[in-house]
Each structure stands twice: as C-alpha cells, then as structure tokens.
C-alpha cells in the first residue's frame, strides 16, 4: 500500500502509474526546428496531430503523427507520403534514408543510410523523430490544437483542420 498526499490531504492505496512520455519544455524543441528551418535546402515540412477518435479498445491519446519533408529537388505536388521522413517511413526521395530490413524478419532493423547528404538527413530525421516521440506533445497540442495538420515554412506556419478516421 502506497502513502502519500495531495495537497496535504493524504492519500492511501494503489496508485497505478502511467505510462506517459515525460513532457519536455519548447525551449529543448527550438534548436532542433531551428536546424532544419535554417537549412535552404528544406522548403517545407510538417505532420498531423490528433487524439484518435477510437484506438481498438486502447486509450485515445493525443499524438503527432506522419513527419514529412520537402526539399527543394521535391516536386510541388509530391504527395507527403513519399516524403515522409522517420522510424518507418521509406527512402525519401531527395533526403535518402535508412530503410528497415526486411519486412518477413522481426524485430526489424535499420539498415545504414542511403543518400547524397547524411548530415541533412540526421538534422530532419532528429526532429522527425522529436515531434513524433511524444516527448513534446504538451507543446504541440498547445500551440497548434488537436486535429490538425501543422505546415512549417520559413515565412510561416499554417495550421489545417486533419480529417482522420
């Protein structure tokens, strides 16, 4: 039986911990944005967040989700899903990548990078991967709501409304 208190208040029982990503402060976020946002050779990126409406019987909880990228040598009307950068999306087609071994084999692995410029990829791929690791969802959901897909450009940032599910 656990002791604690609340406010003062004490309080007796079983508390079940959560299994919630420690929240990290904007401030951590900056330098990471800012290494891509700084890079000419970046245009655009950006991604979806949402709280699922249902989760198969798990809880809904808010996240960002589907990282994507467009550089320069990317076509205008590249769909985002070619350019999804991250833990399992493809080769980008300007960036390169690391692909995951074979799909039969679990777990399944990164293979090296693949492409002309592996320190681009890193600085996308790190804040790929801060975005979607959940560590930052406080700050996402704050600044830019629930349901939506966030478009980061240097001139701006435009905030849609993600029709999901």
């Known amino acids: 039986m656990s002791h604690t208190s609340f406010l003062g208040i004490p309080v007796e ?16 976020l900056r330098p990471i944005l800012t290494a891509v946002l700084d890079d000419d050779a970046i245009v655009e990126f950006g991604w979806q967040q949402y709280t699922p409406y249902f989760n198969d019987g798990e809880a809904c909880v808010f996240s960002a989700e ?15 899903r070619v350019l999804e950068v991250g833990e399992y999306a493809d080769r980008h087609p300007t960036l390169g990548g690391r692909c995951l071994s074979d799909r039969g084999s679990y777990p399944r692995t990164e293979l090296p990078y693949e492409g002309d410029d592996e320190q681009r990829y890193e600085r996308v791929r790190a804040l790929a991967d801060a975005v979607r ?15 939506a897909t966030v478009t980061v450009r240097r001139s701006g940032i435009t905030v849609e409304f993600y029709d999901h599910e």
Do not use: K
């Not at 589907?66 to 985002?80: I, K, L, N, V, Y």
């Not at 969802?137 to 349901?147: I, K, P, R, S, Y």
């Open 13 to 28: 029982g079983e508390i079940t911990a959560g299994d919630r990503v420690p929240q990290r402060p904007l401030s951590e």
């Open 66 to 80: 589907s990282f994507w990228a467009r550089t320069a040598e990317d076509g205008a009307d590249d769909d985002w």
């Open 133 to 147: 690791g959940g560590g930052f969802n406080d700050v996402l959901l704050e600044a830019f709501g629930d349901h």
